[in-house]
């Protein structure tokens, strides 16, 4: 019998003896494999959390008792518990999410995928629980996959033992890892408690004999528990921090051995107090090809052969790793250029310049606004840090760009992965908020290349600048053929193509001067003439597209971003400002959030596909800007040119 097909909400776990509870934890994880293997996504860390989610659902009567999932990406085997078993387009459109949605089931609380806020969210449900009148329901929150390196997990923290009387139970999936092993001292500290022969002995050994002796056994082993919690913190001090914070903690528990962890979640949902469960889990569990990945363990994958975990599809250079090989470049050249991350050493390309220079890299946790805080102090010391963050996560650090880094002037150079529409991660993760966002920062410089040649060189022009931030943002996938100019203005300015009659100024952002080139051909065809060109440096604005643009009958602005408040609204500010009055249209998404679906499906919805924006462009400029007659003769001049 298969279980797994049995289950279609979290009660349907009730009736299942423990035999049957480990049984399916196997269909589990062989369905993760199979399903993940198809689809890509997060394979590695909810293989570590499935005997800790059907503890929860067992124990926990979701969505009575909320479960908050931090990171998300842990949330596969809980929508598999909760009636969402159909992952045939997981992270398509039309598919689930990646990540909890709420528009999917009740069961999901937070949509958000943003790592260290699942205590804060916790504390304000059990709050508001207490206050009106639903004292009985527990709030859960699953912090781990690194989530607790996160300042903000200890800001809650902190609040949370301040009132006690609420039933909040805290669970720490302590895994030992985000992406790659977790770093800092928080790390450390858990993975004695991890390591320690001492603690893991005892704990194994009187557990199984405690299951031996029955339930009075297991009535003797709850009950010394405790007793020799506190003899073995004298070796491991497992528990002396939160004891501090005036907070139950218990634990560690073996996050893969089912009865312990159901019978330690009853305790800690009948303490009627906040209460900290420390479970250790393995990333990576029961598939071989990911427990022997040193690098990550398969915490995110592509489609791959499910046999032995081998990609599936081969791609060809992507932005990411162009990246990685120039800095490692520069890093030759200049001994003061130093990297630094959030928890994602890998993901943005600084693996290599770890490898050349492992001692010129600092990886921070998942602590975006100290990583950024640092680097100004870095700065200050007579360094130049590069900053490599995905483009979603730089907003959370923007009060230390703003007031840290660019208030004092320091030489950081920012390097934003993923900017724009990244497609399958959904909302939380498309980067397309970083122009709007940064471009309001005083003295900042903004560079978008549209190619690997211009990605090396805008780069090395970034990392000269010392008396202000500089920012270079890219987008994720494959980087394309270069593009090359057929002129450069003195200010940086490159153009692409001009054609005859300057009726329209096409200025594309980064890879949208790839659109912009095909959107230019599209209009000659229907005799308008265009010129295009890729600013490089889109903030600030140069001279040379004011000038420009006073010679055309409109301007275009084409990027990936909000366009609210983006790069065309400054180019429009900046024409205003200089006396141009040529009318400019702002092309890009929508501020709204964007589900998941594929790049060209959000671009195509959008209106940014070259044939929707030229077929704009004809409407606008042959219905109100070009005489009839001058229509005419160009169109009889293409006819010429045909014969």
Same mark, same amino acid.
């Given at each position: ?125 059990? &709050?508001?629980?207490? +206050?009106? %009148? /639903? =004292?009985?329901?527990?709030? !859960?929150?699953?912090?781990?996959? *690194?989530? @607790? ?61 405690? &299951?031996?002796?029955? +339930?009075? %056994? /297991? =009535?003797?082993?709850?009950? !010394?528990?405790?007793?020799?919690? *506190?003899? @073995? ?411």
């Amino acid at each position: 019998m298969v279980l797994l097909d049995s289950i279609s909400s979290p009660r349907d776990l009730d009736r299942l003896s423990p035999r049957q509870l480990s049984q399916l934890a196997g269909e589990v994880r062989e369905f993760l494999v199979e399903n993940v293997s198809q689809s890509g996504g997060h394979l590695g860390p909810n293989l570590g959390v499935v005997e800790l989610t059907i503890a929860l659902h067992r124990v926990f009567d979701s969505p009575q008792d909320p479960i908050v999932w931090d990171t998300g990406h842990q949330s596969y085997v809980h929508k598999l518990l909760t009636g969402r078993q159909d992952f045939d387009g997981l992270r398509s459109r039309g598919g689930l999410a990646g990540y909890p949605q709420r528009s999917e089931s009740a069961h999901d609380v937070v949509e958000s995928s943003h790592a260290s806020s699942s205590l804060s969210w916790a504390d304000g449900i059990s &709050r508001a629980f207490a +206050r009106t %009148g /639903r =004292a009985d329901r527990h709030v !859960v929150a699953v912090v781990g996959d *690194g989530a @607790l390196t996160g300042g903000m997990t200890w800001e809650a923290l902190n609040n949370i033992t301040d009132d006690n009387d609420r039933n909040l139970v805290i669970i720490v999936n302590d895994n030992g890892r985000s992406y790659a092993p977790t770093i800092g001292g928080m790390a450390r500290y858990l993975n004695r408690v991890r390591t320690t022969a001492a603690y893991r002995d005892l704990g194994e050994k009187s557990n199984k004999l405690a &299951r031996r002796l029955g +339930r009075v %056994g /297991r =009535a003797f082993y709850r009950g !010394v528990r405790g007793g020799t919690h *506190g003899f @073995l913190s004298r070796f491991t001090n497992n528990s002396a921090l939160y004891a501090q914070l005036d907070i139950k903690y218990l634990g560690p528990v073996d996050g893969h051995d089912l009865p312990t962890l159901l019978e330690t979640l009853e305790l800690a949902k009948a303490h009627s107090a906040p209460v900290i469960v420390h479970v250790i889990t393995e990333k990576g569990r029961g598939y071989d090809p990911a427990r022997e990945d040193e690098a990550d363990q398969f915490h995110s994958v592509g489609r791959i052969d499910p046999a032995t975990g081998t990609p599936l599809a081969s791609s060809g250079e992507g932005w990411t790793d162009v990246f990685a090989d120039e800095l490692v470049q520069i890093g030759e050249r200049r001994e003061d250029v130093i990297a630094m991350t959030a928890a994602m050493l890998r993901p943005t390309g600084l693996a290599p310049f770890a490898e050349r220079f492992p001692e010129r890299v600092y990886d921070v946790g998942i602590a975006e606004q100290h990583a950024v805080a640092s680097a100004a102090g870095l700065a200050y010391g007579g360094l130049h840090p590069v900053v490599a963050l995905y483009s979603t996560f730089v907003n959370r650090a923007f009060d230390q760009v703003l007031m840290d880094v660019a208030l004092h002037r320091a030489g950081v150079t920012f390097v934003l992965d993923r900017s724009g529409v990244t497609g399958p991660d959904g909302p939380s993760h498309h980067g397309m908020w970083d122009l709007a966002l940064l471009h309001i920062v005083p003295h900042v410089r903004i560079a978008a290349p549209r190619d690997a040649v211009r990605l090396r060189e805008e780069l090395g022009e970034a990392v000269a600048v010392e008396d202000a931030p500089t920012i270079v943002r890219f987008p994720k996938g494959e980087v394309g053929e270069p593009i090359e100019a057929i002129e450069r203005t003195e200010d940086g300015v490159d153009v692409l193509a001009r054609d005859g009659d300057e009726d329209v100024l096409l200025v594309g952002i980064g890879p949208f001067a790839r659109t912009a080139l095909d959107v230019a051909d599209r209009l000659r065809a229907q005799g308008i003439g265009a010129t295009v060109i890729d600013p490089r440096w889109v903030v600030p604005v140069a001279p040379s597209i004011v000038d420009l643009a006073r010679r055309h009958r409109l301007v275009i602005t084409l990027e990936d971003g909000i366009r609210v408040g983006g790069i065309g609204t400054r180019v429009r500010q900046v024409l205003r400002e200089a006396g141009v009055d040529t009318a400019v249209d702002e092309l890009g998404l929508a501020d709204e959030f964007i589900d998941h679906a594929s790049r060209d499906q959000i671009l195509r919805d959008a209106g940014l596909t070259p044939a929707k924006i030229a077929q704009d462009v004809v409407s606008q400029v042959l219905g109100t800007r070009i005489p009839v007659a001058r229509q005419e003769a160009r169109a009889a001049e293409r006819v010429k040119q045909s014969r």
